[in-house]
T-cell receptor
């Protein structure tokens, strides 16, 4: 597509539930990133995919968070046993190749609220 | 470790005034890239500019200009003749060449008052 698409735009869930957030990157972009933005903060890195593989998942806060990109295009961020502290905006971005000089194009984000 | 500091949390100016957003960065790497992104109320981060560490030339794009000074590790952003549509949160960011994580500052919320 023309831009990075994220669904849902808003998700409200209860503590302990499982959540999936989807990202559809720009067509042809091999690199895909997930960031998390808490209120009043800048985006924080979670994970980076190059193609189908996670090249760097060092930003995932714990093993409740997992992300996949099975066909090298769409990615899903999965959060198990959600906690109130997981409430944030989850941003997805893509770029033509790897990071460094490449400019990331961001989606509008998925706002997650855990009650 | 890399760090980006945006000391101004929030700024309010009257329309048509000039405003400068400060950004100070820390890195021991010699090859790195600096960015500015704009985040309007819609939430989508919009790319404004990228600078590499070897290019200290200042840049002007319309009402926007950027001042990159390696001597003070600063990459400041000036909006001339501000407009209400400039109201947004602005983020300065850094990535070093050997890494894959962009490090963002906490952002500066800019209010342009009519």
């Amino acid at each position: 597509g023309a831009g990075v698409s994220q669904t849902p735009s808003n998700k409200v869930t209860e503590k302990g539930k499982y959540v999936e957030l989807r990202c559809d990157p720009i067509s042809g972009h091999t690199a895909l990133y997930w960031y998390r933005q808490s209120l009043g903060q800048g985006p924080e890195f979670l994970i980076y995919f190059q193609g189908t593989g996670a090249a760097d998942d060092s930003g995932l806060p714990n093993d409740r968070f997992f992300a996949v990109r099975p066909e090298g295009s769409v990615s899903t961020l999965k959060i198990q046993r959600t906690e109130r502290g997981d409430s944030a905006v989850y941003l997805c971005a893509s770029s033509k190749s790897g990071p460094g000089a490449n400019v990331l194009t961001f989606g509008a984000g998925s706002r997650l609220t855990v009650l | 470790a890399q760090k980006v500091t945006q000391a101004q949390t929030e700024i309010s100016v009257v329309e048509k005034e000039d405003v400068t957003l400060d950004c100070v960065y820390e890195t021991r790497d010699t090859t790195y890239y600096l960015f500015w992104y704009k985040q309007p109320p819609s939430g989508e981060l919009v790319f404004l500019i990228r600078r590499n560490s070897f290019d200290e030339q200042n840049e002007i794009s319309g009402r926007y200009s950027w001042n990159f000074q390696k001597s003070t590790s600063s990459f400041n952003f000036t909006i001339t003749a501000s407009q209400v549509v400039d109201s947004a949160v602005y983020f300065c960011a850094l990535i070093v060449n050997r890494d894959d994580k962009i490090i963002f500052g906490k952002g500066t919320r800019l209010h342009i008052l009519p």
